[in-house]
Each structure stands twice: as C-alpha cells, then as structure tokens.
C-alpha cells in the first residue's frame, strides 16, 4: 500500500474557499428570511437606545439594592426555638419559658407587632404546666380570638382543662 503526501490528498483552500470539510449547512427557512441585524456603531440611534437600556438596567439594579426588606408579619423572635426545647422535653423550666415569652411579648406590645400563631397558646400550655389554668384559659382564648383558624384546637383544649378540671374538683368533694 503506497502512502500519499498530505500536500496530494487535501485540495488547495483558498481564502474564500472553505474546503470541502467546512461546508455550511442551508439555514431553516425562517432564519433565512430574516433580514441581518445591523451593527450598532458610534453615536448611532441603535448605540443610543443601548446605552439607555443599559443605563435604566444600572439605575433598577441600583434602586432594588437599595429597597429596605418588608417588615415581618409576625414578632417571631426565640417563639420557635422555645417551642422546639418544649417539645423535646429536655428538662427545661417552664417558669424560664413563661418569663422569656412573657418578655417578648412585651416586646411586640412595644413595638405595635403582632405575635406570631400559636405563641399564646403555647405561653397557656407553660401556664397549665406550672399549675395556673386561670391564665392558661385567658391565653387559649386570646389565641382564638386572633386566629380564628385554630378555634378547633383550642376548644378541644378548653374540653380538656374543663373535664381535668371538674374530675379535679369531684375528687375533693
């Protein structure tokens, strides 16, 4: 088998030539109707009108880095984590529970904020806990009143301490 010199096999390429390995293939029939974009030059009116694009871009961005964030809808502060400890039964006071809640209700009440769902209900439940469940119905039912959603919940609550309550007293008698 006789080997060929490269220069023999490829044809000469010239400078308008592609050669056969760099033919194009034919555009689909709607890019080929579309007429060629023009190139934006110096001081023309498509510069202009990018250059004003880009500057209101620069502007909005400047302007949305600037905005403040919303102001939350609810006080939340350490409501989650104290329910979270609550929950895990880890030994923790409820008489602690009840004063940091306490102080960040106090908190929100200065501020004009809103407590957040479920934070009077659990500040009942460390009352019920600590043996005050004249206290722990008033918070049952401020959170009614705030959220009537969780009317279910509480009610079935307020069962409950009646029936603890009324076996208490039966025992007594």
Known sequence: MARRSSASALPAAGPTDAGPAMTAAPAPA???ALPPL????P???ASRALANALACGAVALAATGCQTAPKPL???QEFPRQQYQTLLMDGSDPQAQIQ???AQAEKARAGNLA???GFRAHLGLM???VGNPDQARALFEAERASFPESAVFIDS???RMDGKTTAAQGKKS
């Open 100 to 102: 940091t809640l306490e």
């Open 157 to 159: 609550l307020l069962r």
């Open 30 to 32: 709607s890019v080929a």
């Open 127 to 129: 009352y019920l806990n």
């Open 43 to 45: 001081g023309t009116r």
């Open 38 to 41: 023009p190139a934006a030059r």
């Open 74 to 76: 609810y006080h939340w």
């Open 115 to 117: 407590l957040p769902p």
